[in-house]
Every structure is written in C-alpha cells, then in structure tokens.
C-alpha cells in the first residue's frame, strides 16, 4: 500500500503531529508507503511531492505549520483538475490518500470520493472549531490559549491608561475562539458572527466599566457584524472556494466607541499569531491520534470517511456529512458568557 498525504487551507498548530503518527504507525505495523504532495492540493495537481518516511518525520512533533506546505488550491475549479489529480495519483502509484484539512480541504476530499473514486480518509483540522461532526478540531485549543493570554496582558495595559481595548480574533463564520477566550480572559463584551451587535449596547457596557474605574476589553470575531451592517472585509478578492479576506471589524468598532463616548479606544489584531507556533498538549494529543485512526482507516479500506472526536473516542463519519454544515455557537452557550457583559 502506498499512502499520500496532504495538508490543506490555513496552517495550524498540530499538522505536524498528524503527519507524524500517521507515517510511523503506516511504516511500523503495516508496512506502507508514504509520499508527501506539497501545499495542499496544489501537489496532486502539479504532481509536486516529497518523500515521507519515518526520517522525515523525527522531532516534527511540537514544531507548529506543516513540512508539506499549505495552499488554498480548489483542484475543483481548476483547469482540467479532477484529471490532473488522477493523473499524478497513478503516476505516484497512490492508492489511497490522507487529506488533512478544514471545511474547504475536506470538501473537494468528499468529492473526489464520492463523485470520482478517488479513495479518501479525511482529517479534520481548523483552528475555528467549525465542523459539525467532530466535538473538536486540533489547533483550536492552542489558537484559544494564544488569544486568552494575549487578552491577560492587554487588561493590564487598558487600566494603566484606562482605554477600552478591542481584540479581534479569528472566526469567519463561528465565533467558537472568540467565546472561549473571551470568556477564559475576562471580556466586558463578546462578539461573534452568530450574533449581530448593537455598537450603542457596546457603548452603554463601556461607560458604565469606566464608572467603577475599569478599562473595559471586547473581545470581537473577525466575521462579526453590527446590526443593519455588513461585514468588514480587507479588500473584495476571493480565493478560489470564493471566500472573501476578512480584516477591520476591530479597528471600526474602536472608532465607534470612541466617536459615540468619547472614551480612548485602541484594537489589537491578533492575526495569524492565533494559528502560528507550538501546539499545545491538547492539540498534540489529539492530532497523534486522528493520525493513528486515519491510518487504521485506509488499512480497514474504510474510504469516503473522516475521523472525529465524540467525547474521548475517536469514531468514523462520511466525509458528506463531515462537510454538510458548519458547527456554530449554540445561543445558550453565548446567553452564559453574556452574564460577564458590561
């Protein structure tokens, strides 16, 4: 048997930790084969690979990003893809391929599959925490621990010269890091894409922390939107899965704040600080061991399937279903954080 793998979309931290356990368990207890493509699906549609061995490897575990490189590449819009794919496949002699990845990644991996016999096991990877078949996505705890600490030390700030700081962090369409550290880090107010906001509650919840002599921190989802407001976006490009780059909505819900109060307002743009360096122990754990489970499930010819975490199991989904919809934050979990607003 001779496996490939690829790592797809945004990097995170914990694709090496997949990477890994999925070669030493293939080499060790089944004997196979492994070729890396680079950069997402770019690599089956370029036919650019690496070779993967148990060399290869060796102390990649606590590194963050990934050794076969990432891109936002849809073989399925591109030019001839699906045959480009199959081509590189046979040429390689690949018969089966472990295709790592978010919503975007593991979607053309479900069509592939299902529409054009391509054998694939999918695992789920994005820091936003947005698939609807797994309770977790490694990369996400580590994304959290990185904006709860970052929110830690902005408090500090705020109250020494007694400003309202915004952060903005990650969350297209799920406002699953900007909950978790928000309310891990003492946010005043949360914002998310599931939620629209009104910017003169934001206020009223400013001034009245800055009459107990507080600097108030709202922590705001890059995808979040005001009432009666679209989202802020970087600029109108799309990405080949039609995905506009979102960027801004801090920086306008700062000058906002600071029109309507009066009151110094600052934004801290977390970026892609969230997704970058060490994963955490979680993150690593869980990783080994989707790799170890994916491995299992190409050994089992259990094709068209992803693995997912259910409470501390790791289970088999369709790789349909995994894709279907976006897991998103149930309103009783936002009505907990709300009882810290203002």
């Known amino acids: 048997m001779r496996v490939g793998v690829l790592t797809g979309g945004g990097d995170c931290p914990g694709l090496n930790a997949v990477i890994r356990a999925v070669v030493r368990k293939g080499v060790q207890e089944y004997g196979y084969d492994f070729i890396g493509f680079r950069d997402g699906w770019r690599g089956p549609l370029e036919n650019h690979t690496i070779p993967l061995d148990i060399r290869a490897v060796r102390g990649i575990l606590p590194r963050g990003g990934t050794i ?3 891109s936002r590449t849809n073989p399925l819009q591109s030019e001839d893809g699906i045959r480009r794919v199959k081509d590189t496949l046979a040429k390689q002699e690949v018969d089966a391929l ?36 797994t309770d977790y996505t490694f990369g996400f705890d580590t994304a959290v621990n990185i904006a709860t600490e970052a929110i830690d030390r902005l408090h500090t700030t705020a109250e020494s010269h ?7 962090v990650m969350g297209r369409h799920a406002g699953w890091i900007a909950l978790h550290s928000g309310l891990a880090g003492g946010a005043n107010a949360i914002l998310i894409p599931e939620r629209r906001f009104d910017v003169d509650q934001i206020c009223g919840w400013v001034e009245s922390r800055f009459k107990i002599r507080y600097a108030p921190i709202v922590v705001v ?11 802020v976006l970087k600029d109108d490009t799309l990405d080949s899965f039609g995905h506009v780059r979102l960027s801004g909505i801090g920086e306008w819900l700062a000058k ?8 110094e307002a600052r934004t801290t743009v977390l970026g892609h600080v969230q997704r970058g360096g060490t994963p955490s122990a979680f ?5 080994t061991r989707f790799g170890l489970h994916a491995i299992d499930a190409v050994r089992d010819e259990d094709f068209g399937t992803m693995v997912a975490l259910r409470g501390t199991d790791i289970v088999r989904v369709p790789l349909a279903d995994a894709t ?3 897991k998103t934050v149930n ?6 954080a709300e009882v810290f607003f203002g």
């Open 221 to 231: 989802a890059e995808g979040a939107m005001p009432k009666g407001g679209d989202a």
């Open 162 to 168: 007694m400003r309202v700081l915004v952060v903005e």
């Open 324 to 326: 279907a919809r976006l």
């Open 283 to 287: 993150d690593r754990w869980l990783a």
């Open 331 to 336: 309103p009783s979990l936002y009505a907990e």
């Open 68 to 70: 076969l490189g990432s």
């Open 98 to 133: 472990i295709a790592i990845g978010g919503e975007d990644t593991l979607g053309v991996a479900a069509r592939l599959s299902g529409d054009y016999g391509i054998r694939c096991v999918g695992v789920p990877k994005t820091i936003d925490n947005d698939l609807s078949a």
């Open 256 to 263: 906002e704040i600071e029109r309507r109060t009066g009151k």
